[in-house]
């Protein structure tokens, strides 16, 4: 092979790979960074194929992916001074790869560190002005969009974006937990003895009310039931006297035959009377007439 044929070959070689250094492909997955001298040229690349220059210029590739940061459970202190451990994780994306190279140098582990200190002070302030019954209640839904409006307002500095932070676990410090929990058992037993208390008074209450209507019942049922016997009793007597007028005989018999049932007959009846007792008249006289 002649010395010119080997000049053309390499030269092919070299060309080839030239060739090869100046291109790049950017992945619709992917943002890429176009570098010269270590400073950014170009950022906005679209998907596909795009040219470059060798040895001068060079691609640094970040992903467009969410991500997932899950610190280790802190402590953090509420209005009341008392140690909260919480448990959170952090999803986050790139969506300025020039200002992330720029705040972090491209390194996702310096950009995880600062991403975590922000949403660590986002978390110690909207908890630090909560009581520890706001935090783990009913203000959860309030605190969570409190960090996250916070934690937002500073990851544009790195380039980054938070899609959403999410607390997993609130646990009170167990140097705290004990005293919380009395706390919380007293101001049940606060509200169950006043509720109790509640129930008896309207216990007596209804009790009250119910002797006092039962009395009034009572009297006026008495009341209709002395005036119904009175007016039974008056009738009787002119039943009676009407009778006696028409025949005293007959009169006598009946009165005598009614206490003869009211006084004899059962075995405890005990009647300490004469024979010849004008009582047992009618009783002596198979004929029912009176003996003179």
Same mark, same amino acid.
């Given at each position: 092979m002649s010395p010119r044929l080997n000049l053309l070959l390499v030269t092919a070689?070299?060309?080839?790979?030239?060739?090869?250094? #100046?291109?790049?492909?950017?992945?619709?997955?992917?943002?890429?960074?176009?570098?010269?001298?270590?400073?950014? &040229?170009?950022?906005?690349?679209?998907?596909?194929?795009?040219?470059?220059?060798?040895?001068?210029?060079?691609?640094?590739?970040?992903?467009?992916?969410?991500?997932?940061?899950?610190?280790?459970?802190?402590?953090?202190?509420?209005?009341?001074?008392?140690?909260?451990?919480?448990?959170?994780?952090v999803m986050w994306r790139i969506i300025d790869p020039a200002q992330y190279y720029r705040a972090v140098r491209g390194d996702e582990t310096l950009a995880v560190e600062r991403?975590?200190?922000?949403?660590?002070?986002?978390i110690k302030a909207a908890i630090s002005q909560r009581t520890v019954?706001?935090?783990? #209640?009913?203000?959860? #839904?309030?605190?969570?969009?409190?960090?996250l409006k916070?934690?937002?307002?500073?990851?544009?500095?790195?380039?980054?974006?938070? &899609?959403?932070?999410?607390?997993?676990?609130?646990?009170?410090?167990?140097? &705290?937990?004990e005293s &919380?929990?009395?706390?919380?058992?007293?101001?049940?037993?606060?509200?169950? #003895?006043?509720?109790?208390?509640?129930?008896?008074?309207?216990?007596?209450?209804?009790?009250?009310?119910?002797?006092?209507?039962?009395?009034v019942i009572l009297s006026e049922a008495y009341r209709d039931a002395e005036r119904i016997r009175g007016a039974g009793d008056a009738r009787a007597s002119e039943i009676y006297a009407e009778a006696y007028s028409k025949d005293r005989d007959f009169y006598a018999f009946y009165r005598s035959l009614q206490a003869y049932r009211q006084s004899i007959g059962r075995e405890q009846d005990v009647l300490v009377l004469q024979p010849d007792s004008e009582f047992f008249k009618f009783l002596q006289n198979q004929l029912g007439t009176s003996t003179k």
């Open positions: 070689v070299v060309i080839v790979i030239l060739a090869r250094m #100046s291109v790049f492909t950017v992945d619709q997955r992917d943002y890429a960074v176009k570098f010269q001298f270590r400073e950014i &040229v170009q950022a906005d690349y679209k998907p596909g194929l795009h040219f470059k220059v060798p040895f001068v210029q060079n691609i640094e590739v970040y992903p467009k992916r969410i991500m997932n940061l899950k610190p280790a459970a802190e402590k953090f202190l509420t209005g009341e001074k008392k140690n909260l451990i919480v448990d959170y994780f991403l975590a200190a922000i949403i660590k002070e986002g019954q706001q935090v783990v #209640s009913a203000e959860r #839904s309030e605190l969570m969009e409190e960090m916070a934690a937002r307002e500073r990851t544009p500095e790195i380039g980054i974006q938070i &899609v959403d932070v999410r607390v997993k676990r609130i646990e009170l410090a167990e140097e &705290v937990s &919380v929990y009395n706390r919380m058992r007293q101001e049940r037993q606060r509200v169950a #003895s006043q509720l109790r208390a509640e129930g008896d008074e309207e216990f007596e209450r209804i009790r009250a009310d119910a002797d006092r209507q039962r009395t």
